[in-house]
């Protein structure tokens, strides 16, 4: 079973699925924020109150999606796929490298740093101390080497991760947050008047008998 999963977490397709949805997400849910309010704004079939209305609950909703998405996937997800799959999926596997990565933001720092120069590598891990952050051999990897291992294993699991959160995300949670966060929000801001309670039946009847 591992060696499957194996193969489908260092699959460059992955890689760039990833990437490609996490780009487009961000970007599509801005525009839509920012877009569908305005073309609302704009419409003169619809009236005054009727578009202010409409347009400030469509930001809203685009908005807690965004803050969703951004607040899920980036420190939940992420952080949740490389811990299962460090202590679960490749605890036996020391060549996967996760025993060399103390958390994900060790890795994220690690990544950072080897998108960089080997020059720029140097300077940056003398002048600013970051070197105790890493093991012997991690360090060996970022100051000698030209490009650096990505350790395609753990890139893998979060970027699964990452895609789990975005579809989870955006197709369950933000709705029911939204749904719970929109009312009030335009009732703050003086666009919607609380409903009154509905009576039961039973006390209506009471009223009326008397």
């Keep these: 079973m591992i060696g499957p999963l194996t193969g489908a977490l260092t699959n460059s397709g992955l890689t760039n699925l990833v990437q490609s949805t996490s780009s487009s997400v961000t970007t599509e849910t801005v525009l839509k924020a920012i877009g569908r309010p305005g073309f609302i704004l704009i419409d003169n079939n619809i009236s005054p109150d009727t578009k202010k209305y409409a347009a400030a609950k469509e930001f809203l909703y685009q908005a807690t999606c965004l803050l969703v998405y951004m607040a899920l996937v980036v420190p939940v997800f992420r952080k949740g796929a490389f811990k299962y799959a460090k202590n679960h999926l490749f605890k036996d596997m020391p060549e996967a490298g996760f025993n060399k990565f103390k958390d994900l933001k060790t890795y994220d720092l690690y990544r950072k740093l080897s998108d960089k120069s080997i020059e720029d590598r140097q300077h940056i891990l003398n002048i ?83």
């Design 128 to 210: 600013n101390k970051l070197q105790d952050r890493f093991t012997p051999e991690i360090r060996n990897e970022l100051l000698t080497k030209d490009e650096p291992d990505s350790f395609s294993k753990i890139k893998g699991s979060i970027e699964t991760g990452s895609l789990l959160g975005s579809v989870l995300g955006l197709a369950i949670l933000a709705p029911q947050v939204s749904h719970a966060f929109i009312h009030p929000a335009l009732r703050l801001i003086g666009m919607e008047e609380k409903k009154p309670k509905e009576q039961p039946a039973e006390q209506k009847k009471l009223d009326k008998a008397v």
